[in-house]
């Protein structure tokens, strides 16, 4: 199985800062990755695929990159509505693998 | 809307079996796979598995071979996941989501469904 380690497991920060999440995954994926935000008792909610597709309707301050072994989502400027859990999907070898997820909280 | 709206929660003995549904409106449900993820309380996300409802192929994690199976019933536009011999650390909330193509990987969700394995 492809392991997908995410780091930090949480961060707290300040609205307005720059917060970057790492996806490593333990063999290369290309760009088979997806990023979701899952707030407290909430559905996740995809915003990022493809490693680095925005999706529809999620602000721009999100942003993915990465391809083969690592990955980030980098949110440039984080707002009240971020703090949330953020977790990473690889779907390029069975079985799918989520990473671990990171929480971020309030500083 | 894509909407999928899953069956309400349930409570299970160990060794029992549960089935979860999924029912999908505003798309055609042939036209693109479905899921199933799990997560455990306090825990991260666990993919269990997906069927493509145009043909019926699965494909399920090692470690639920053999005790998961999964269809979907075209007449009424619902995915089913049934989970047999259950165990307490099955208990978790269920979710299915549509998607699995590298654009369409699991765009949408259901609200979820908790099953509790507990004598």
């Known amino acids: 199985d492809i392991q997908m380690t995410q780091s930090p497991s949480a961060i707290s920060a300040s609205i307005g800062d720059r917060v970057t999440i790492t996806c490593r995954a333990s063999q290369g994926i290309t760009n088979s990755l997806v990023w979701f935000q899952q707030k407290p008792g909430k559905v996740p909610k995809r915003l990022v695929f493809a490693a680095s597709s925005l999706q529809s309707g999620v602000p721009s301050r999100f942003s993915g990159s990465g391809s083969g072994t690592e990955f980030t989502l980098t949110i440039s400027s984080l707002q009240p509505e971020d703090f949330a859990t953020y977790h990473c999907?690889?779907?390029?070898?069975?079985?799918?693998?989520f990473g671990q997820g990171t929480k971020v909280e309030i500083k | 809307q894509v909407q999928l709206v899953q069956s309400g929660a349930e409570m299970k003995m160990p060794g029992a079996s549960v089935r979860v549904s999924c029912k999908a409106s505003?798309?055609?449900?042939?036209?693109?796979?479905i899921s199933w993820v799990r997560q455990a309380p306090g825990q991260g996300l666990e993919w269990t598995g997906w069927i493509d409802p145009f043909n019926g192929n699965t494909m399920y994690p090692p470690k639920l071979q053999g005790r998961v199976t999964m269809t979907t019933d075209t007449s009424t536009s619902t995915a089913y996941l049934e989970l047999r011999s259950l165990r307490s650390d099955d208990t978790a909330v269920y979710y299915c989501?549509?998607?699995?193509?590298?654009?369409?990987?699991?765009?949408?969700w259901g609200q979820g469904t908790l099953v509790t394995v507990s004598s």
């Open positions: 989501a549509r998607g699995l193509g590298t654009t369409t990987m699991l765009e949408y």
């Open positions: 999907l690889q779907h390029h070898s069975y079985p799918w693998t």
């Open positions: 505003g798309y055609t449900l042939t036209n693109y796979g």
